[in-house]
């Protein structure tokens, strides 16, 4: 009898881990979350991208994928959070520049007054472009990062604290302009004083005197209030520069599934479709905020800009990698 009760105590007991063991084996894998920086205030287009670009991974990745918005630089500035995402501290990007420092020979968006549209711009960073390859294995050798997509960003345009209408009225402005080369070459050529600096430092420049003109997206303009600094925008209508999601290489190949990978390579393509569709109803809703706000809109005639700047833009096309130039052309002609 007391055979038979041992016996039957030890398989509750193993009943009883059994379930417990199997009860631990259904619980499903905790997601694995991936942090997206930029320095770009959270408001306007750039919140717009970043939260529908989170939405659409997780519900492609049905919940295994987190993706974890920090913006407004609090993880960092521009060369710090790709740093950091180059060594998988940060997990992607969200930034106009990383190609620029990375692979800056295969990015000829940054050249102001190039490229005449978005749509063509859309082309030369997608896989249409025969030197797309080309552009991804430059951006692994030297930055350990890959390209996911792009982005529209809207038009860009200049505030200043004086009416600007034509190139003449640039001279000796002290403008500032992204830390990239092409950036402050095409300016140096319009006749400004030139100074680099981050997105999160404009406004503290603009009240000390560091600037007194800048250069932006109608969303970052609004993102940062410049109508509290600034009173004049001016459509010079200079670029479309892309904003490029980036990822970290070492985070894609050690944190996630080949299923995963394909789910948030498509949510970059979803994002990218998204703010072509979005982006000149928010840019129209910008410009509306900036006359409630009092700030003044001028609409120079563009192409004498482009012509005092194109000595700048022939430079910079011909310290671009082979072929680019003509690639680009043919993006810009609809020629794929």
Not at 27 to 55: Q, R, Y
Not at 183 to 205: D, F, H, M, N, R
Not at 237 to 259: A, C, D, F, G, Y
């Amino acid at each position: 009898m007391r055979v038979r009760i041992l016996f039957v105590s030890t398989l509750v007991m193993v009943f009883i881990v059994g379930i417990g063991i199997s009860g631990y084996a259904a619980e499903p894998p905790k997601p694995i979350k991936l942090s997206i920086a930029g320095t770009s205030a959270f408001t306007g287009a750039h919140k717009a991208a970043c939260t529908f670009f989170a939405e659409k991974v997780k519900e492609l990745t049905k919940g295994q994928v987190i993706v974890e918005i920090f913006l407004g630089g609090v993880l960092g500035g521009e060369r710090e959070c790709h740093e950091l995402t180059s060594v998988g501290e940060i997990d992607m990007m969200e930034s106009a520049l990383g190609i620029a420092w990375y692979a800056p020979e295969y990015d000829a968006t940054t050249i102001s007054f190039y490229f005449p549209d978005y749509e063509s711009m859309d082309r030369y960073w997608s896989p249409v472009n025969p030197i797309y390859a080309n552009i991804q294995k430059t951006l692994l050798a030297s930055g350990k990062l890959r390209h996911l997509g792009a982005f529209d960003m809207g038009v860009r345009a200049m505030t200043s604290s004086k009416p600007i209408h034509k190139p003449a009225d640039l001279k000796g402005i002290k403008m500032r302009v992204q830390e990239i080369p092409q950036s402050v070459e095409v300016w140096k050529e319009l006749g400004t004083l030139v100074t680099p600096l981050p997105g999160s430092e404009i406004v503290s420049a603009l009240q000390t005197g560091v600037i007194d003109a800048q250069e932006n997206t109608l969303s970052n303009i609004a993102g940062r209030s410049m109508w509290e600094v600034q009173k004049y925008v001016i459509f010079t209508n200079h670029s479309r520069m892309p904003q490029h999601v980036i990822i970290s290489e070492k985070t894609w190949q050690q944190k996630l599934s080949n299923e995963q990978r394909a789910a948030i390579q498509q949510a970059a393509n979803l994002l990218g479709k998204m703010m072509m569709k979005e982006i000149q109803k928010m840019d129209n809703e910008f410009i509306n905020k900036f006359k409630e706000k009092g700030m003044v809109l001028i609409n120079p005639e563009v192409e004498p800009f482009r012509k005092a700047a194109w000595p700048a833009v022939e430079r910079l096309l011909g310290k671009l990698a082979p072929g680019v130039k003509e690639a680009a052309d043919r993006v810009i002609k609809g020629v794929k």
